[in-house]
């Protein structure tokens, strides 16, 4: 049995140990290869795993004797799904790993941002000290009224944070998503994001990327905003208009952002569509990593082992996923 890996930056230890430990050979790829590479790489794979990589029908065509596709993370965006429908190759994700964690890293933003964490301590970092002035008033997360754009299990961890923990008011918008269970997770539904967006001091990202959410979030939206508030996005980068978000910190029209993912990555300092964010303390860019810690890993690692082994056994494959995309397959999976 051969499976390719890619995006081999992405250290996972455990999971490269536990499937050479069942005797597959294990080849890794690095992020970025070119779809001919990876087209030549998965020609006699068994099994495909992939994080960021795109996963073209052209690869999947390459691939004769795929069994599955495994994605080591949550957003399935980047494979095409229809393409692995054609040939009966059941597509998996690992969907829970992470819901508290990524939930956590969105709050993080929010609160570094809120007590204006980056730009007091690049102060300190380079005059010693500062003195309460003005300039470096933050505010409190108390009392504010903080908008989620997507109200799943993530989005209703990061309203538990807000609401039961700091006592903030919490919205949501989410056509999915009713309302009884908004208002069990301490959610006000709102149906018109633009007028969530005006009512809000903190607006953070998190819905699935698909169709209707690409550019979700863009020059309308953003004027919709508080000049005094700010973004999160810890979801996919293109939900976001980023030529948008640019043009809106730069000109000072929302006062900052939080943001974890984008549409190019990785980032880079100049010649990106996001450079201009470099070096503003009104900005924290992470480099997509707010799912990275012990913990989440080691349930990644748990879940894919299992997923993949299902796969190479023959099995059915265990759908967990809600999501209508994978939902939709037909062959060689189950649901639950």
């Known amino acids: 049995m051969k499976a390719v890996r890619t995006d081999r930056e992405l250290e996972c230890p455990g999971m490269d140990a536990g499937l050479r430990a069942r005797g597959v050979e294990l080849v890794t790829l690095p992020d970025g290869i070119p779809e001919a ?3 030549a790489a998965v020609t006699d794979a068994d099994l495909i795993l992939m994080c960021y990589t795109p996963i073209t029908a052209r690869v999947i065509e390459a691939a004769r004797k795929l069994k599955g596709i495994v994605k080591y993370g949550v957003g399935i965006d980047a494979i095409d799904i229809k393409a692995a429908m054609r040939r009966g190759i059941p597509v998996v994700n690992v969907p829970e790993y992470a819901e508290e964690t990524v939930a956590e890293g969105a709050f993080a ?13 690049a102060a300190v970092a380079r005059d010693g000290w500062i003195w309460p002035e003005q300039r470096w008033l933050g505010r409190d997360i108390s009392g504010s009224t903080l908008g989620l754009v997507g ?16 006592r903030a008011k919490v919205l949501g918008f989410d056509p999915r998503v009713d309302t009884a269970t908004m208002r069990d997770a301490g959610v006000e539904k709102v149906d018109d994001l633009h007028v969530m967006l005006g009512a809000c001091d903190f607006v953070s990202i998190h819905c699935v990327l698909n169709d209707d959410t690409r550019g979700l979030i863009g020059c309308r939206e953003l004027a919709c905003m508080k000049p005094s508030a700010i973004l999160i996005n810890v979801s996919r980068g293109a939900i976001i208009d980023e030529a948008a978000l640019v043009e809106a910190i730069v ?5 900052g952002a939080g943001l974890d993912v984008y549409s190019l990555e990785p980032l880079a300092r100049s010649g990106h569509p996001m450079s201009a964010l470099f070096d503003r303390d009104n900005v924290i860019l992470f480099p997509h990593l707010t799912f990275f810690t012990h913990e989440a890993m080691r349930r990644l690692e748990h879940d894919t082992l299992a997923r993949c082994f299902e796969v190479l056994d023959g099995r059915p494959v265990t759908v967990r996923s809600r999501d209508p995309r994978l939902r ?8 639950r």
């Open 37 to 39: 590479e990876l087209m």
């Open 109 to 121: 933003l929010m609160i570094a941002l809120a007590k204006r964490l980056p730009a007091i301590t």
């Open 151 to 166: 109200c799943g299990k993530i989005g209703r961890s990061m309203a538990r944070m807000a609401g039961q923990g700091f």
């Open 251 to 255: 000109a000072g029209r929302i006062a």
């Open 328 to 335: 939709a397959q037909t062959t060689g999976v189950e649901f």
